[in-house]
């Protein structure tokens, strides 16, 4: 590498890192991404998948694995990449939602930069990657009224915040064996078979950080005489914890009159998230008001201030299965487990359920060399998902399911490496998805949830640490 090409190296890693602690500020200090009453309980709402391609394909992604976007739910997948390249990702999500009950309906739109992460290859065999993602989200303003013998109680909920994620995460592929095998076809035509196994594992390290407010407000309108109560409470998180995940991916090539191509190809993945107990500090107030002829009287009843403990996260298990057919037709399932019965916060469980999740998608790419018509460019995704929560309230489980369609739309044809003639810079991709589903019920009192959201993804490829050549 000669000095021309060190300092183009160095600015666009100099850009990098100042995109990236402009995101880290932006997201920490931005707004929590949901105004759901269900982001009440546990640490929220759970956020979704940090893989834009497999949003669209119902949120897929534990056997997915590509070279020109980060798959962050497997870290195994980072083994992908290819040698030289660079790869950086940006996520904006817009989520619009009708909460309907029995008696009333509102509509709330939220609008955040979700996700961002970069990719690179160490070796032809160790890939790694890093990024910022959400873990939860708690944002919601519930008002009920209550009768208490002949008395009008009015309660108000509300609460805040969130738990990011900042992780950096490893790949390695293990090993990769070949098998070739030889037909004789008629015309003493050859047809070659490569079956090609290989074995990929990795792993994230992620800095969970974070704070989560709820308040509550006991008020009395109607009486004057008797005490109303507020109560504060907020959990500061700051600890680390660790996902593995791997992946074993069986393709076939065939060769005939001297042209290679991929018949098909068959990956089984596999993550697992340990539970884990995190740091955190909580502070609490508990107070009484007595407003007598304009007199306020106030009484503390409890004042802890960075109460130490901890905040329990659940294991987590996903197994996934993927068939792509001459790299035009890809079909993906996954299936997701968590433990969220086992989960605490400051020993108190909240009466959690274990959560399970199916997902199912499709990705059909007409041309996955991207060489022709813009349209065969195109790689079209749908799919759909089914989630029962870890929440079940007046013996009603609160399920969440949906229907997903996207593209990932190129922005330019890709062109040759003035380099070598033979690698291909790919162009930039803007992955969009458009998810449709509802969560809860209006059943036994309780909040039905309609959410039409759409993910805009940017993602960005680029050849680095190449030595020029000059005729």
């Known amino acids: 590498m000669d000095y021309i090409e060190f300092l183009k190296l160095m600015k666009k890693t100099f850009s990098i890192i100042i995109i990236t602690c402009a995101l880290l500020g932006i997201k920490a200090s931005a707004q929590s991404f949901t105004s759901s009453p269900y982001s009440r309980f546990g640490l929220g709402d759970i956020a979704g998948n940090a893989f834009q391609p497999g949003v669209a394909m119902g949120g897929t992604g534990i056997a997915l694995r590509t070279n020109h976007s980060i798959n962050s739910i497997n870290p195994a997948s980072y083994s992908a990449f290819d040698t030289l390249s660079f790869i950086f990702d940006v996520t904006v999500i817009g989520k619009f939602t ?91 035509k050859k047809l070659t078979f490569y079956n090609t196994n290989s074995l990929s594992v990795g792993f994230n390290t992620s800095y969970f950080f974070g704070a989560l407010e709820r308040h509550t407000a006991s008020v009395f309108p109607e009486e004057g005489n008797l005490f109303d109560m507020y109560t504060t409470n907020k959990t500061i998180i700051n600890d680390i914890g660790f996902r593995i995940g791997a992946q074993y991916t069986f393709n076939r090539q065939e060769i005939t009159n001297s042209e290679r191509k991929n018949k098909y190809t068959i990956i089984a993945g596999f993550t697992f998230d340990n539970q884990n107990d995190l740091n955190a500090k909580n502070t609490s107030m508990v107070t009484k008001y007595l407003n007598i002829g304009g007199t306020v009287k106030i009484d503390t009843i409890e004042n802890q201030v960075n109460n130490k403990g901890d905040v329990r996260l659940p294991m987590n298990i996903g197994v996934g299965l993927a068939f792509i057919s001459h790299e035009r037709l890809t079909f993906a399932i996954d299936y997701r487990w968590q433990q969220w019965s ?10 959690l359920n274990d959560s399970h999740t199916i997902s199912f998608g499709t990705q059909i790419a007409p041309d996955p060399n991207r060489q022709n018509n813009y349209l065969k460019m195109i790689n079209y995704r749908f799919g759909c998902h089914y989630t029962q929560s870890y929440l079940n309230l007046r013996n009603t489980d609160i399920t969440d399911y949906g229907f997903s369609l996207g593209l990932g739309l190129p922005i330019t044809k890709p062109d040759k490496s003035d380099v070598s003639g033979l690698r291909r810079r790919l162009p930039p991709i803007v992955n969009v998805a458009l998810e449709i589903g509802q969560r809860g019920t209006t059943a036994n009192s309780l909040i039905k949830e309609t959410y039409f959201q759409v993910s805009l993804n940017l993602s960005l490829y680029d050849i680095w640490f190449i030595k020029r050549r000059f005729n």
């Open 98 to 188: 009708t909460y309907k009950t029995d008696l009333q309906s509102n509509k709330i739109n939220n609008v955040d930069l979700s996700h961002f992460s970069a990719g690179f290859p160490i070796t032809k065999w160790w890939g790694s990657s890093f990024g910022l993602s959400p873990y939860s989200n708690v944002g919601y303003n519930i008002s009920e009224s209550v009768v208490i013998d002949t008395l009008n109680l009015a309660n108000t909920y509300k609460g805040n915040g969130g738990l990011n994620q900042f992780f950096i995460g490893n790949a390695f592929r293990l090993f990769t064996k070949v098998d070739t095998v030889s037909k004789v076809l008629a015309e003493n």
């Open 342 to 351: 086992a989960a605490r916060f400051f020993n108190q469980n909240d009466s």
